[in-house]
């Protein structure tokens, strides 16, 4: 079968709905356990065969997008032919629907999916699990969004587990516009040795997540709330919209909300929307295993 001619490779966002920070090894690494859920809301990868490589981004958060070096698409670009001995120059296209630095995964959602594309475009026929050992030199999210399906991380995050079953969520992504940096909430935390997660049941049954999610923390909130105590206004506004539970993704400053049933969401999107109308807002729907990716 001859290569395809185009690729064009879907890049979720990534929501922790729990991440403990359980120590700190001697290379300065944090050691976490998180359980992360992936959404049908995120951004666009394509790729094509071309004469030179080339990068191109459009889209709501494009002039965000770090060009030269700081390019973690292009990154994930010449790794995959280092990876692979292959020279065969590209012409990447993102578009850009989720906002840069804001805990949810985008620049490393971006670059699993070029990773994903390159890997289908050039017929190398890498697993997921190769994928993700590739993605871990640029960071242990990248390896976690080659999966992108209900997963438990470990370790610095490099660890994954599948979780299944587990249940599609209806959740609203909120962010006032602030963007973190994550080492600069990593190096405020006040406590490194925190409790790991409690134990994942056998069936994820939407009450038994209640529960669970109860029991469970984001240990970056405080250190990202000091740096930006917006992140506070942004959660309440999403529980005051009829969210059964809110909290900050990742090292922020993307709250979630999850809702009962898609039309909750939706209309507490349109709310807080029409209240804040310079912040991003979307409602959405996470993924479970073997689902095919149809985006919003």
């Known amino acids: 079968m ?5 690729v064009s490779v879907w890049a979720p966002a990534k929501i922790n709905l729990a991440l403990h920070v359980t120590g700190q090894r001697d290379d300065g690494y944090h050691l976490l356990e998180t359980l992360a859920v992936f959404t049908r809301f995120g951004d666009t990868i394509e790729i094509m065969p071309a004469s030179e490589d080339s990068f191109h981004a459009f889209g709501p958060y494009s002039a965000d997008v770090p060009v030269g070096r700081d390019n973690i698409v292009a990154q994930a670009r010449d790794l995959f032919k280092k990876g692979t001995d292959l020279d065969m120059p590209t012409a990447i296209t993102l578009e850009k629907r989720l906002p840069v630095a804001s805990g949810i995964g985008g620049g490393s959602s971006d670059a699993a999916a070029t990773l994903i594309a390159l890997n289908t475009l050039a017929g190398t026929d890498m697993d997921a699990g190769a994928l993700a050992e590739l993605g871990t030199e640029l960071g242990a999210d990248v390896a976690m969004c080659v999966h992108r399906a209900p997963l438990v991380a470990k370790n610095i995050g490099d660890l994954v587990t599948a979780v299944r079953p587990f249940p599609r969520l209806h959740v609203v992504l909120v962010n006032s516009g602030v963007q973190i940096s994550t080492p600069r909430v990593f190096s405020g935390l006040t406590n490194r040795a925190n409790s790991p997660l409690p134990k994942i049941p056998s069936q994820f049954a939407t009450d038994e997540l209640d529960r669970w999610l109860a029991a469970t923390r984001n240990d970056l909130t405080a250190a990202a709330v000091r740096l930006e105590p917006e992140i506070e ?21 993307t709250c979630f909300g999850i809702f009962d049933n898609a039309q909750d969401a939706s209309q507490a999107a ?6 804040q109308p310079g912040w991003f807002v ?15």
Request: proline letters at 6%; glycine letters at 8%.
């Open 233 to 253: 206004t942004v959660a309440e506004r999403l529980v005051d919209a009829g969210a059964r539970f809110a909290r900050m993704s990742g090292s922020g400053a």
């Open 282 to 296: 979307v409602a959405t729907e996470t993924t479970a295993h073997g689902d095919q990716y149809e985006p919003d």
């Open 270 to 275: 349109a709310t807080i929307a029409d209240r």
């Open 2 to 6: 001859a290569p395809p001619s185009q």
